[in-house]
């Protein structure tokens, strides 16, 4: 999401003064100029962090999203989770490869360790709750057949949290702890 902020300051001093006008180096304009772009800058900045910590969810919602498209009526609890274990399983080939590469004797490598600790994180996730799309719905899998691929399209989508158990909680859209 891009500001305009800077280039609406340009436009502005290029009406008033002309184009091709060199400012000076401390005028009033330049630091108008300048104290666009640091905003634009930290607005960008700020905007890729969100993104950054969105991405294991888009990422989550986009996987329930394929595994859904073959089904037009409402799942059951042991099908959602059927389809929880087959997410949580997604890394478990590439972690294989890597165990299989490393000589015997040998620390893991850095993206080993980092699957390992986010497939613990997410069973642990998953004995508490696991965060998807309520897919008892049959609105709800509908509308996430539709989804664009967007954070902002999901604020239209139910949430619940499944549990290893068989347990079902509503939740909440942006997922905050164990809501």
């Known amino acids: 999401m891009p500001s305009n902020r800077l280039s609406k300051v340009q436009k502005h001093i290029t009406k008033k003064k002309g184009k091709n006008v060199a400012l000076h180096e401390n005028s009033r304009d330049t630091r108008r100029l300048q104290s666009a772009a640091q905003r634009d800058d930290k607005l960008n900045r700020l905007s890729a962090v969100r993104e950054k910590q969105n991405r294991p969810y888009v990422l989550r919602i986009k996987s329930f999203q394929s595994y859904t498209m ?7 609890i042991p099908d959602i989770q059927a389809m929880i274990e087959d997410f949580l399983g997604r890394d478990d080939e590439e972690l294989a490869n ?15 360790t980092l699957l390992k600790q986010n497939q613990a994180m997410e069973q642990g996730e998953y004995a508490s ?5 309520d897919l008892e719905n049959a609105d709800n899998l509908q ?12 604020a239209t989508l139910q949430f619940a949290r499944i549990s290893k158990d068989g347990f079902k909680r509503e939740s ?3 997922p905050k702890g164990l809501s």
């Open 70 to 76: 073959e089904h037009t009526s409402a799942l059951s």
């Open 129 to 133: 709750g696991f965060w998807v799309p």
């Open 172 to 174: 909440s859209f942006p």
């Open 143 to 154: 509308k996430l057949k539709d989804w664009n691929g967007q954070w902002s399209g999901l």
């Open 98 to 112: 890597l165990k299989a590469q490393r000589r015997a004797g040998r620390p893991p490598s850095t993206r080993e």
